[in-house]
């Protein structure tokens, strides 16, 4: 009886990743095809199992053992879970290969930031294995960086005689904002200090109250 099912043809490569989403579609096509002729031929026997039952019933009676026999048989259920054991599989292999890229990728931009780290000390006369290693090279270069900001913004504050404002001046009135050195704004109502962002390549620094 297994012989009238009809089962999917599925021509899988030996690696997972070479399956493209048009052999998806169409082992999905091919699939449900299947699944639908299955049906088909499932209804057939059941009709003739209905017959058959009808049939005992009229040579051997209700009660009779064969009758008996004939309801316990049932007819096999198609079954072919190729398709659906697979796919999840070929999804998974897709989502692996391009967390692995997305790590090459992002090893790849560390290592490229290290480099420029180290150039960037070096440039300013720091010695690697002493004054920084590899897996400092970034936080020192950004620390340094930083410095180098905030001495800049507060020579040109000092040299214009101006103020900046600052993150949390809204809580002031008729304030000028922040001179970068004191300890409080111009009002005085807020201690401020400098606050860095970004990193050693585009160093970002501004004045916040604490």
Same mark, same amino acid.
């Given at each position: 009886?297994?012989?009238?099912?009809?089962?999917?043809?599925?021509?899988? /490569?030996?690696? !997972?990743?070479?399956?493209? &989403? %048009?052999?998806?579609?169409?082992? +999905?096509? $091919?699939? =449900?095809?299947?699944?639908?002729?299955?049906?088909?031929?499932?209804?057939?026997?059941?009709?003739?199992?209905?017959?058959?039952?009808?049939?005992?019933?009229?040579?051997?009676?209700?009660?009779?053992?064969?009758?008996?026999?004939?309801?316990?048989?049932?007819?096999?259920?198609?079954?072919?879970?190729?398709?659906?054991?697979?796919? /999840?599989?070929? !999804?998974?292999?897709?989502? &692996? %290969?391009?967390?692995?890229?997305? +790590?090459? $990728?992002? =090893?790849?931009?560390?290592?490229?930031?290290?480099?420029?780290?180290?150039?960037?000390?070096?440039?300013?006369?720091?010695?690697?294995?002493?004054?920084?290693?590899?897996?400092?090279?970034?936080?020192?270069?950004?620390?340094?960086?930083?410095?180098?900001?905030?001495?800049?913004?507060?020579?040109?504050?000092?040299?214009?005689?101006?103020?900046?404002?600052?993150?949390?001046?809204?809580?002031?009135?008729?304030?000028?904002?922040?001179?970068?050195?004191?300890?409080?704004?111009?009002?005085?109502?807020?201690?401020?200090?400098?606050?860095?962002?970004?990193?050693?390549?585009?160093?970002?620094?501004?004045?916040?109250?604490?």
């Amino acid at each position: 009886m297994t012989s009238l099912w009809k089962y999917p043809e599925l021509k899988v /490569p030996s690696n !997972l990743l070479d399956v493209t &989403d %048009e052999m998806l579609a169409e082992w +999905e096509k $091919e699939n =449900n095809e299947c699944v639908e002729y299955n049906k088909n031929i499932r209804l057939k026997l059941e009709e003739v199992r209905t017959r058959i039952i009808s049939d005992v019933k009229f040579l051997w009676g209700n009660n009779s053992n064969v009758l008996k026999y004939i309801l316990k048989q049932r007819i096999p259920y198609y079954s072919s879970t190729s398709l659906d054991y697979l796919k /999840p599989r070929i !999804l998974k292999a897709r989502e &692996d %290969e391009i967390e692995r890229l997305q +790590e090459i $990728e992002t =090893n790849k931009r560390h290592s490229e930031l290290v480099g420029k780290a180290i150039k960037f000390l070096t440039d300013r006369n720091k010695i690697i294995n002493i004054d920084f290693d590899i897996n400092t090279a970034i936080q020192i270069a950004n620390d340094i960086a930083y410095e180098e900001a905030i001495w800049l913004k507060k020579k040109e504050l000092i040299e214009s005689g101006t103020f900046i404002d600052f993150n949390g001046q809204d809580t002031c009135e008729n304030c000028r904002g922040w001179d970068g050195q004191s300890h409080r704004c111009d009002c005085g109502n807020r201690r401020v200090s400098w606050t860095s962002d970004g990193d050693f390549l585009n160093p970002y620094i501004y004045g916040e109250a604490y």
